[in-house]
């Protein structure tokens, strides 16, 4: 039974943490990083080769910006990966420096839209049916910006895209509490995206990037509060000690990620309808790895959070007995889950850890020899 579920997980990797990242301070340069979408694909396709449950690759726009994009969906499919969701970039153009939908001059605001209905159309070559949208948008001092008129034109941006989605499509709207604004973000919170999607309607729902609120912030009530509305469209998993850290997921907090994974399960939201992404940036740690150390991560406290002995949770939560609901939850939680997710790999015809797998397989030794020359892949577009 629990085989079964952890089968049906799927992870969808970010195509970007395959390139170069960094800080403001420096981007490290690695050996191997692919050059183009085409190799970023082909990394992709390593970790779904060993972990089973990465099949699906996010793409950038313009970082995956290519001349044919139905072309790069079928070297998707050669690789053994499909494209996931298309994510927009209204957040590294000179115009875009007081916002972009949001922007006080409609000039600026219509080239901003522009690109958002551009990544629909990409969705149409690609096959993709998830569009994700951040901004960047805000302000840094008090009266920079009319706060309402900003909403005002954030809204009439979203209806936009909203209207020129296809019916099989949705758009996953992201926030984030501030950076690079860092006195009002225009889409700071949960609410303000929750309440943006439900004015929309059913194609529009919020993505929850686990980076991306205050500290302290319970993120499951979060998740647990829009499962219950349906609005939660997805995910973008990450871990951090401090602020957007974007390091791998479950490496900072892995309580907070059984929690989470927790309620997505209690809620009904551990269903394929739900976009389990990772959007991370591997500063200094090899990329590939990193994100097969990364679906492990989440594949670990998936195990854990299908292990809770819900009807003995019930009881203890029935009764009042707060020690014995916790305990409850934390059997499962302490509970060692590698030797199952082994067996399950060998189960799916995998080595059962596939991090020594990918290490014995040369293929990095063969993009470091291979892969020279060319500009490197990074967040320059
Ligand atoms: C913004 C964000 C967003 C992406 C970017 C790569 O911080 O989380 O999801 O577009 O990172
Ligand atoms: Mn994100």
Request: hydrophobic content about 40%; charged content about 25%; aromatic content about 10%.
């Amino acid at each position: 039974m629990i085989k079964d579920q952890l089968r049906q997980q799927r992870i969808e990797t970010p195509s970007w943490a395959y390139g170069n990242s960094g800080t403001r301070f420096k981007v490290f340069a690695q050996q191997g990083v692919p050059r183009d979408p085409y190799e970023k694909l082909a990394d992709a396709a390593q970790v779904h080769r060993y972990t089973g449950v990465a099949p699906t690759v996010a793409l950038h726009i313009p970082w995956d910006r290519v001349d044919d994009y139905a072309d790069l969906a079928r070297h998707a499919t050669e690789q053994g990966v499909t494209i996931g969701a298309i994510n927009s970039n209204v957040f590294q153009d000179n115009d875009y420096m007081l916002g972009s939908v949001t922007h006080p001059d409609p000039e600026v605001r219509r080239k901003a839209l522009r690109h958002l209905l551009d990544c629909v159309d990409i969705m149409d070559a690609t096959g993709s049916d998830t569009l994700k949208l951040w901004f960047s948008d805000g302000t840094n001092y008090p009266g920079q910006d009319d706060i309402r008129a900003r909403q005002d034109r954030l809204a009439e941006a979203l209806a936009a895209v909203y209207e020129r989605l296809g019916e099989e499509q949705r758009f996953l709207l992201e926030y984030k509490l501030f950076e690079p604004a860092f006195y009002m973000t225009d889409l700071p919170d949960w609410g303000t995206a929750y309440a943006h999607c439900l004015k929309l309607g059913p194609k529009a729902q919020v993505v929850v990037d686990t980076g991306h609120h205050a500290p302290g912030t319970n993120i499951e009530f979060i998740v647990a509060f829009l499962l219950r509305e349906g609005k939660l469209g997805g995910f973008d998993f990450n871990s951090r000690f401090y602020a957007d850290d974007d390091l791998m997921v479950g490496a900072a907090d892995p309580f907070q990620l059984f929690r989470i994974m927790f309620e997505v399960i209690g809620g009904g939201g551990y269903t394929h309808e739900t976009a389990f992404m990772l959007d991370q940036c591997h500063n200094i740690e090899p990329k590939i790895p990193g994100q097969i150390r990364s679906v492990m991560n989440v594949q670990e406290a998936t195990a854990k959070a299908l292990l809770v002995d819900r009807d003995a949770l019930a009881v203890t939560q029935r009764e009042g007995d707060v020690l014995g609901a916790n305990a409850v939850l934390m059997d499962a939680y302490n509970t060692d889950v590698r030797p199952l997710l082994g067996e399950l790999r060998e189960e799916m015809g995998l080595a059962p850890d596939p991090m020594a797998a990918y290490a014995k397989s040369g293929y990095f030794e063969k993009i470091a020899a291979d892969r020279v020359g060319g500009n490197q892949a990074g967040w320059g577009a």
